[in-house]
């Protein structure tokens, strides 16, 4: 087959996936495609590296930022057609506002402010995209389709990519020669990363289908979603068919699966799980956090059951080069945006292996305890919201605890408008408590 006939043929894939997805959500406006794409765009390659332009962290990329512009414009010109009330968003959400604005202030003290503010204005993009989706007559409805659009998206065309276009679906490790697959992603990890939290929203999707099989008025969402999720699945276990590809992913998704069965026996049996999970969330974010320092793996088992060295690939050297840069400025960090260069990236490593130490080089130990104490506050909200929204709140605890744990060998925490933070983001703007779902539904809104 012809890379140009494989591109219709994927193509035409992709747009039945997506009309079967419109007719089921009919109710949902047009305006979600715009946070679709965000989160397309959240979890890809930069504009910049399709279109073959070379630049730096530093210089950034003029078409990546003209299209981010572009969105956040579109998303705050509906906001206001919708008369969007800022302050009750800003005020429900004033965890998330205040890491937010805690990135700008950064900005004073990093040694590249232009750049830092540049890099903040990304992440109040994803303040944007959030509250677009909670300005819906059905913010959870839109966002199950946000996120199915971009995973229609997203899997089919890394496929393509992967064996047709190797140009800008595959790469080799400079060091090995090793193949790897990236597909729409911009590395291996990245493209691991998108499969599993994909995974696991397919395999929810799928599961509350089973549970109202009987109502469905169509079977084709299902068989869609069924070939998404074993598309998901093959493309997670690389070239070499085999889920120690990347062994981050890998844990996060069975990390993922063990906490929503976990969850849904939990609630069926009636059992308490708010002190649970919430230890849970916080003994990940210790450990993730205090590792990189001593520069030792709690349990060297699992590693080696992953099929990696006790190093975990290298990454204790990379925590060992960069925690004295993370000692200098242990409280405040280097600001947002203003740690890494093209030379620190060609000396060490692209990042730090570990969201926690990545956070801390940029935001310092006060950032870090902001982004935890949000993470763990949008945890108790979604265990208080299991009795009103079962369905929403135990996928939302699942991905949070996935996130923690991807974050232990991976990079996604410190930046909201990064894939799966972004997720997040979106969770805490669409994610209500007892009262404030009493109020809505007053209104006639579904929440």
Known sequence: MTPQLAFILASLFVGFALYIEHKGSDDTSMATWIPSLWLLYSASKQLGTWLNITTTIEAGSLPDRYFLLTLGALGTLVLLRRHFSWSGALKKNNLLILVVSYMLLSAIWSRVPGISLRRWGREAIAVIMASLLASEQFPIKAFFSTLRRAIYIALPYSLLLIKYFPLYGRQYNRWTGELTWVGVASQKNGLALLCAFSAVFLIWSLWESLLKWNLLVSKLPVLINILMLSLSLFLMMG?????????????????????????????????????????????????????????????????????????????????????????????????????????????????????????????????????SIFLISITVKCIKSINIKPDFSLLCLSIIIMFLIHNVGEVSLGNISSFPCSLIVLFSFLIHDKKNEIKINSRGIDS
């Open 239 to 371: 070239p070499g068919r085999t889920f120690k590809y990347s062994a981050t992913s890998f844990l996060s998704l069975l990390t993922g699966l063990i906490i929503l069965i976990f969850l849904r026996i939990a609630v069926i049996k009636g059992i308490g799980i708010k002190g649970i999970i919430i230890s849970v969330a916080i003994a990940v974010i210790f450990i993730g956090t205090f590792m990189p320092f001593s520069g030792k793996v709690p349990i060297k088992e699992i590693p080696m059951m992953l099929g990696r060295d006790p190093t975990l690939t290298g990454r204790i050297q990379i925590w060992n080069a960069l925690v004295p840069y993370a000692i200098k400025k242990i409280i405040l960090g280097h600001g947002f945006g203003g740690f890494w260069t093209t030379s620190l990236r060609e000396q060490i490593a692209s990042h730090a292996h570990n969201g926690y130490l990545d956070t801390i080089l940029d935001l310092g130990f006060t950032g870090l305890i902001l982004f």
